[in-house]
């Protein structure tokens, strides 16, 4: 089954914002597989962010992620990657529409409150560098109830 790397930035964190993300993710009918608190060092955040190292913003936005703790999730899923960016929204709060947790949460793109991974093979990696101690084994028990089959 498809998995996905969700991390809460610092500001969502600070703002009292976890509850309020794992429960979309939950609701949907995600399961949750992987989940801790941590802070990370600047190497941590310059290595997830490794593909954005030429960008302007780069060091601000290393700032911003080791500002504070974070929650770092894995959620699993049919069509998790796409679906989670679609419940997270636009990168930029202000295109996110509204129902989405950057639209309904978030005004500043260097504040937008939770990351994502943009694809399976991203997912992959990320899962990889987070949790190296691997995810969760286990089942939901209302399995048939979300799936079909
Ligand atoms: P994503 O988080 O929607 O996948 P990315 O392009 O991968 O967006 O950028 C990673 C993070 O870098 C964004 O979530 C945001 O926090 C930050 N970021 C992206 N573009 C800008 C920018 O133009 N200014 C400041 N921060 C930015
Ligand atoms: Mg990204």
Same mark, same amino acid.
């Given at each position: 089954?498809?998995?996905?790397?969700?991390?809460?930035?610092?500001?969502? !964190?600070?703002?009292?914002?976890?509850?309020?993300? #794992?429960? $979309?993710?939950?609701?949907?009918?995600?399961? @949750?597989?992987?989940?801790?608190?941590?802070?990370?060092?600047?190497?941590? %955040?310059?290595?997830?962010?490794? /593909?954005? &190292?030429?960008?302007?913003?780069? &060091?601000?936005?290393? /700032?911003?992620? !080791? =500002?504070?703790?974070?929650?770092?999730?894995?959620?699993?899923?049919?069509? !998790?990657?796409?679906?989670? $960016?679609? #419940? #997270?929204?636009?990168? +930029?709060? @202000?295109? =996110?529409?509204?129902?989405?947790? $950057?639209? /309904?949460? %978030?005004?500043?793109?260097?504040? +937008?409150?939770?990351?994502?991974?943009?694809?399976? /093979? *991203? %997912?992959?990696?990320? #899962?990889?560098?987070?949790?190296?101690?691997? =995810?969760? +084994?286990?089942? *939901? &028990?209302?399995?048939?109830?979300?799936?079909? =089959?």
């Amino acid at each position: 089954m498809e998995q996905t790397f969700i991390m809460i930035k610092p500001d969502g !964190v600070q703002r009292g914002l976890v509850g309020e993300v #794992i429960s $979309r993710f939950e609701k949907k009918g995600f399961l @949750l597989k992987g989940l801790k608190l941590l802070t990370v060092e600047r190497a941590f %955040a310059e290595k997830h962010y490794a /593909d954005l &190292s030429a960008k302007p913003f780069f &060091s601000g936005l290393v /700032d911003y992620i !080791v =500002s504070g703790p974070v929650v770092a999730m894995i959620w699993e899923g049919k069509g !998790v990657v796409l679906t989670g $960016r679609k #419940i #997270i929204g636009a990168t +930029n709060p @202000l295109a =996110s529409e509204p129902g989405t947790i $950057r639209g /309904d949460f %978030a005004i500043d793109i260097g504040r +937008n409150v939770i990351h994502g991974s943009d694809s399976v /093979d *991203s %997912a992959t990696k990320e #899962i990889a560098l987070w949790f190296s101690e691997g =995810s969760v +084994n286990w089942q *939901s &028990s209302v399995h048939p109830w979300v799936y079909e =089959s």
